[in-house]
Structure formats: structure tokens, C-alpha cells
DNA sequence: CCATCTTTGTGCACGCGTTCACAAAGACAT
DNA sequence: ATGTCTTTGTGAACGCGTGCACAAAGATGG
């Protein structure tokens, strides 16, 4: 039975042994002391956890270049998700194939999303219908959508929305370029202390929150 | 002289006022006590400090449909970034059009960075090709990579590198609509308590580190 | 010029997450 | 069986960021 330590595990990902035992303690997840963990009944725990055994049917609205690259990107799969449909509001895309897929017009949306079981929405769309994209997502039954369009949406409570700005991380890269450069007054800020993009911490974290537009 | 209050900005950001006059003074930034902060003054300092004021060039390798979408991408323009140039692989590819900008060659690589002086290179390229892309910017002088293709890239010292992957979003998403179909055991699992994305947090934040592929 | 009122800047306390450190548990050898 | 050795699971301490609360600063009006 092949196992794992969680000082191994720690060391691989680059953090503390103990909180990651701590963190597979909330799990549930039972290990062996004097041997370690199951390595594939950890795995198992921790994918239905979060989720990745089950099927998650997502349509993805708007196929410019952002939704095509979305419905080619082969991380979703692997990850228990399931392109169900691809719906643009242009006619002349109606029908063509994307990622071995035809593209649906707007008007079939209800429709597809009821007869699916769809309820994770992806909005791609320019800003201007991002909107009234996300009101008719959720009317047809979805209760969390991710959102790439530059607009923040507005949804009813008990409907989960995540704002992807994919200029962010550029920004971040330029706000530590910058620091390099003049190297005047790194001191007294705190959130800067660290300039590597930490494993267990997220996309940002040490950029200031407010930001003008 | 247009002014606001931590109080007001707090109020529309959904922080504390306390955290958000704490955050301004370590950038130094003085408001005047008994009126606020002059906005015009604040927005300059801000985006002084976040390196907005600065015309950063970039390259973006990798043109298929996700590096079209940067390349069309708004939200760059608007935060000091300029696309400097178009970088493919394919022969194919090389002069065509892609957000009003020929495509160059792969070959042209060293050339276009040095001639621009560009420290910040974006990879859309697929997985296989990234390593060797990043090491060829690297060797070029590029100081920051942001990487969208699903590999860890290898870095020497003083080169920062983020990576975005696309479903880590997704993930979060499903993750959350789980729970609310299964209402077993919400109880134990600290990190659960917040399902709304917070305005000063990360796209992550409230889900698990690990994950197995 | 003084009184009053508003809002900043910040010392301090609280709370939460991380880390330390160790007892308990189990494997494995003798 | 008993002892030793490894690794877990977790109580307790530590540290850091957040929020409270207030003194200082400056505007504004009488």
C-alpha cells in the first residue's frame, strides 16, 4: 500500500507539516500514525471533497476568442466539468463548430440550461450584454456563474458570482517589476514582504485592494 | 476641491473605514483631517504606487485563442500596459492581423524584446512549449512571466512568474454549489464560513490548497 | 480668536490562523 | 508479548492583521 507523510507532503508544497495535517483533520481523513496516509484513499477523499467526482454540466456564453479558448482549454475535463453548450448571440455563429462543438444561438438558452441540468454558468460576452446574460442565467435555474466580462453583475442572494480581470496578475507582475527597479522604500509596507507567488496562498495576495480605474 | 471621506470609500468598498486609512498611510498619503482625502491627489498616488503611471511593453507568445483574447483584452490598455508585439510559433500565422497588430515570428523574439525593452512576457502558449518559450524570454531579459499555460515553469533567481489557471475558478464555484446541494456538515471546516467572494480578498481564498490532478 | 465639529492617523486589544511540541496510536522487530 | 520507532492528531502558544476608540489636527462659524 503505498503512502505518503505529511512532512513529505509539506515539503512538496511547500508548507507547514502540521497545518496540512491539521487541514486533512477537518477532511476527516484518517491517517496511520507511525506510517502515514493511503495515498489513494486521500486522494479520493480529497477529490470528492471538493467535488471533482461529480459531473458539473457548464454552459459557456459568448464565444469570442476568450469563450473559444475557454471551451478548447482541457483543464476543465480533468476537473469533473463538462462543456454542455456553447451559446452566442450572433446568428452567423450559429452552428459553427468550436472545440468539436456547434454553437447555439442565445434563444436556446433556457432551454438548454433546464434540459441539462446546467447550473454553473460562464459569461464571456462583451460588458455591455454581461448583464442581461447573467439575469437570464439565473432565471433559467443557474445559482453560480464566473464572470470574465469587465462588470461587476448583480444577482438575486443564493447565486454565487466570481469576477475573473485577467489584467490583475499583469498588474501585480508590474507592481513587483517596479520595485525592483527603484529600489527606494520596500520598508514600511507590510504587504509586501513577500515577492514569489505563494503555493497555498492565492492569485493575489500581496497587492493593495483598492485600485483606480 | 473634490474630497472623500475613509468612511465613504469604505462604505462602497464593503471594508473598514479603520483598515483603509491604516492601508493609505503606509503609502504615505496624507488626507486632511476634518475633510478627507483630495480624490484627484489620492487616485495620482495610488496609481503612482501601483506602477499605473508607468508605460509598461509587453509580449504576448502564443497566438491562438487565448492570446487573441489578450491581445483584444481592454482591461491592459486602461492599466499602463501596451502590446509591444504578437509572438507565434506557426509560419503560418506571421503577419496576420490579430487586434490590429501583424503577428511576428518566433525568431524575432530576442530582437522584439530588446529593441522595446520589455521586462514583462505573457505564455499562451499550449503546455509543451512553455518551458522553452520562458526560457528564451528569460534569456532575453524578461524579469516577469505570466503564465497561462498548465505547466510549473523553472525560473532562475530575481525572475517572478505567475501562473493563472482557468478552472481554479470554476473549481471554487462547484465547490460552493455543493454545498449547498448536500447541507450535511457545513460545521467543522473553518475556511467555509465566507461563500461570497470578498472585495479585498483573492479569486481563491476559501478553498482548500491541495488538489489532486 | 476661540469654540465646536468633523475626520484623520494610530496605539492598543482582540481574534484567528499558523506553528510548535508532545502524548497517543499503531507498525514492526525481537 | 513487549519494546522501540515512526508519524499522526491536537492542545496550547505565538504572531499578525483587523477593528476599536481616541487624541491630534485642521476646517468652519460665531
Same mark, same amino acid.
Given at each position: 500500500m503505498p503512502t505518503v507523510s505529511s512532512e513529505e507532503l509539506a515539503a512538496a508544497a511547500g508548507v507547514n507539516s502540521a497545518k496540512l495535517r491539521k487541514d486533512f483533520s477537518y477532511l476527516g481523513s484518517y491517517g496511520t500514525r507511525g506510517v502515514g496516509y493511503d495515498v489513494e484513499y486521500l486522494v479520493y477523499q480529497i477529490s470528492r471533497e471538493l467535488g471533482? +467526482?461529480?459531473?458539473?454540466? &457548464?454552459?459557456? &456564453?459568448?464565444?469570442?476568442?476568450?469563450? =473559444?479558448? !475557454? =471551451?478548447?482549454?482541457?483543464?476543465?475535463? *480533468?476537473?469533473?466539468?463538462?462543456?454542455? =453548450?456553447?451559446? #452566442?448571440?450572433?446568428?452567423?455563429?450559429?452552428?459553427?463548430?468550436?472545440?468539436?462543438?456547434?454553437?447555439?444561438? +442565445? #434563444? /436556446? !438558452? /433556457?432551454? %438548454?440550461i433546464q434540459d441539462n441540468g446546467? *447550473?454553473?454558468? &460562464?459569461?464571456? +460576452?462583451?460588458?455591455? =450584454?454581461?448583464?442581461?446574460?447573467? #439575469?437570464? !442565467?439565473?432565471?433559467?435555474?443557474? +445559482? *453560480? %456563474?464566473?464572470?470574465?466580462?469587465?462588470?461587476? !453583475?448583480?444577482?438575486? #442572494?443564493?447565486v454565487d458570482v466570481r469576477k475573473v480581470d485577467l489584467s490583475i496578475e499583469l498588474q501585480i507582475l508590474a507592481f513587483h517589476e517596479q520595485r525592483k527597479a527603484g529600489e527606494e522604500a520596500a520598508d514600511t509596507m507590510p504587504a509586501v514582504a513577500a515577492r514569489k507567488q505563494p503555493a497555498d496562498k492565492g492569485p493575489d495576495g500581496d497587492v493593495p485592494a483598492v485600485m483606480p480605474a
Open positions: 471533482l +467526482t461529480q459531473d458539473w454540466p &457548464v454552459v459557456i &456564453v459568448g464565444i469570442g476568442n476568450l469563450g =473559444a479558448a !475557454l =471551451a478548447n482549454y482541457g483543464g476543465f475535463a *480533468s476537473r469533473g466539468f463538462r462543456v454542455a =453548450a456553447l451559446i #452566442d448571440a450572433d446568428p452567423q455563429m450559429a452552428g459553427k463548430p468550436v472545440a468539436g462543438m456547434p454553437v447555439q444561438h +442565445t #434563444d /436556446e !438558452l /433556457e432551454r %438548454i446546467v *447550473s454553473i454558468g &460562464v459569461i464571456a +460576452t462583451p460588458a455591455g =450584454a454581461a448583464q442581461q446574460v447573467c #439575469d437570464r !442565467l439565473v432565471a433559467a435555474g443557474v +445559482t *453560480s %456563474i464566473l464572470n470574465f466580462a469587465p462588470t461587476v !453583475l448583480t444577482v438575486p #442572494d443564493g
